[in-house]
């Protein structure tokens, strides 16, 4: 499939349950795609054209690198190959085992995700591991949810809801409200310090996440009240601290400060969303 509108074009492609990358370019010879086979490939081409929508209509970035580079995608990644990832140069999706996951190009935020990854990798580039690792986790996370409200797909603040065990309803990967839900951390105090997952960066991220669900939802989160400013403000405060504040090792402080800044800039050093901000990761216990 291709896609000439947006960009240099996007580009989507059959893994055909092999390792090889990119695979063949998707052809379905009467341009009818109706077979369970050909869903994957339809969704990770459309939600591919929404992210680059999101990221060009609220951010003013054109695709991933910020100069139209072309987005390319494979779907049918191994057999039952239960992940996602970007690979530094395009998306690859596997189809799930059908018990913990259906194919992972099923779930907008999940695409949203994975694409983020990219952004990252051409602003602040945070290295994959331990605070940095976490904050490059929740980033993904931020913003594959904030996709999801711009496609307002039955947009929640869980991750990967759409394309995990869907024999059990009402549950995700993640969840930016409540992270404990689902055994992450919501507060310093909880952070893994283990070397696991390049130490914890798919666990700490729920602190990161909570903060940003606080700036933009509002709340009372162990005992600091935190006014919410709207997912639109908490995003623009976000993508500005990735874009120019923040360098590959940063950690959670120093996020903090990158998200003041932002917020300053885009609002008033003595505005509410500054403020907002502080009390964000003050209640996660940020400083």
Request: hydrophobic fraction near 35%; aromatic fraction near 14%; proline fraction near 2%.
């Amino acid at each position: 499939m291709q896609d000439n509108t947006r960009g240099s074009g996007i580009f989507t492609y059959d893994g055909r349950n092999r390792t090889v990358l990119p695979g063949s370019l998707w052809a379905d010879v009467d341009n009818q795609f109706f077979a369970s086979y050909d869903a994957a490939a339809v969704d990770a081409h459309y939600y591919a054209g929404v992210v680059y929508d999101y990221y060009k209509n609220v951010h003013g970035r054109l695709s991933y690198d910020g100069s139209n580079a072309a987005i390319r995608s494979t779907v049918h990644y191994g057999r039952g190959y239960n992940n996602a990832f970007w690979n530094g140069s395009q998306m690859v999706y596997g189809d799930g085992d059908g018990q913990t996951f259906l194919p992972f190009s099923g779930g907008i935020d999940v695409v949203g995700h994975e694409l983020t990854h990219a952004v990252t990798d051409y602003t602040a580039g945070l290295v994959y591991q331990n605070e940095s690792g976490a904050i490059n986790e929740a980033m993904s996370d931020i913003f594959g949810t904030l996709v999801e409200f711009y496609a307002n797909r039955n947009p929640d603040w869980e991750i990967g809801e759409d394309i995990y065990t869907p024999g059990i309803a009402g549950d995700a990967l993640r969840s930016m409200s409540d992270p404990a839900k689902y055994g992450d951390p919501d507060h310093y105090s909880k952070r893994y310090t283990g070397t696991q997952d390049n130490g914890g960066v798919h666990t700490n991220s729920g602190i990161i996440n909570k903060a940003a669900y606080l700036l933009s939802q509002g709340g009372v989160h162990y005992g600091v009240s935190v006014t919410g400013i709207g997912r639109d403000k908490m995003g623009k405060i976000f993508y500005r601290a990735l874009v120019y504040y923040l360098t590959p090792t940063s950690n959670f402080s120093q996020l903090r400060a990158a998200c003041v800044q932002a917020a300053a800039d885009l609002y008033g050093s003595t505005s509410q969303e500054v403020n907002s901000v502080k009390q964000a990761f003050n209640a996660v216990g940020v400083y």
